[in-house]
């Protein structure tokens, strides 16, 4: 079993509507979450980080996590055609060491 | 300007070739990671540094790969030989200690 898990995709949303983004984790010593965005040819850049359990908005994003369940997942209100990308899942899975990377899940935003 | 910086961007060789790539971290952060990117296998970490120091390289083919950290502000990844299963996109990333990674622009590179 991965340790991180997430639906490659492609996930197709219409502009607008809201795009929602899931990833497990096999760790349940795992403490800091991330959800990453890659461009196509480009690095993965850092959107959101939560560490505790429940919701952490920002802007239109909104990162959702659940220890119990081992969930964590990523809301994109108002998807717009820039969100198109795939977005990486990374836990931190036992203190400050490495982290870990889920495979990542395509998005496209189709106008 | 707050940035990790690798380079050579693009790097075309041809097997059996050395390959070195390089990276300098953010000023300041003290933890440096190696990771190789392919459409089949997604975001691989090969190893990173605390401190310069190795703590981790079990994601490296130790018989031809090779990373080490000569001083704060340089990273360095090699293959000898390279093969063409080698060809990948190679991103280093740095952070402080137990805080978020950020990533190069990485190094695509092309094993012929």
């Known amino acids: 079993q991965k340790e991180v898990e997430q639906n490659s995709g492609p996930l197709s949303v219409p502009e607008g509507a809201i795009a929602s983004l899931n990833c497990t984790y096999s760790?349940?010593?795992?403490?800091?979450f991330f959800w990453y965005r890659q461009y196509s040819g480009k690095s993965p850049e850092l959107i959101m980080s939560?560490?505790?359990?429940g919701d952490k908005e920002d802007g239109r994003f909104t990162a959702q996590l659940n220890k119990a369940s081992q969930y964590v997942s990523l809301l994109i209100r108002d998807s717009q055609p820039s969100d198109s990308a795939t977005y990486l899942c990374?836990?931190?899975?036992?203190?400050?060491?490495?982290?870990?990377f889920g495979a990542g899940t395509r998005l496209t935003v189709k106008p | 300007d707050a940035r990790v910086t690798q380079t050579p961007r693009h790097k075309v060789t041809e097997m059996g070739q050395e390959v070195t790539m390089r990276c300098q971290p953010i000023?300041?952060?003290?933890?440096v990671f190696w990771y190789r990117q392919t459409m089949m296998q997604g975001l691989e970490l090969l190893a990173y540094?605390?401190?310069?120091?190795?703590?981790?390289d079990s994601g490296m083919p130790k018989d031809r790969f090779s990373a080490e950290m000569p001083d704060a502000t340089l990273a360095t990844l090699k293959i000898q030989p390279s093969e063409p299963r080698d060809s990948a996109v190679y991103f280093c990333?740095?952070?402080?200690?137990?805080?978020?990674?950020?990533f190069g622009a990485g190094t695509r590179l092309s094993v012929l």
């Open positions: 540094f605390r401190n310069r120091a190795p703590l981790d």
């Open positions: 000023l300041g952060h003290n933890t």
């Open positions: 990333a740095s952070a402080s200690t137990g805080n978020i990674q950020y």
């Open positions: 760790d349940r010593v795992s403490q800091s």
């Open positions: 939560i560490y505790s359990n």
């Open positions: 990374a836990v931190n899975i036992v203190g400050d060491s490495d982290m870990r």
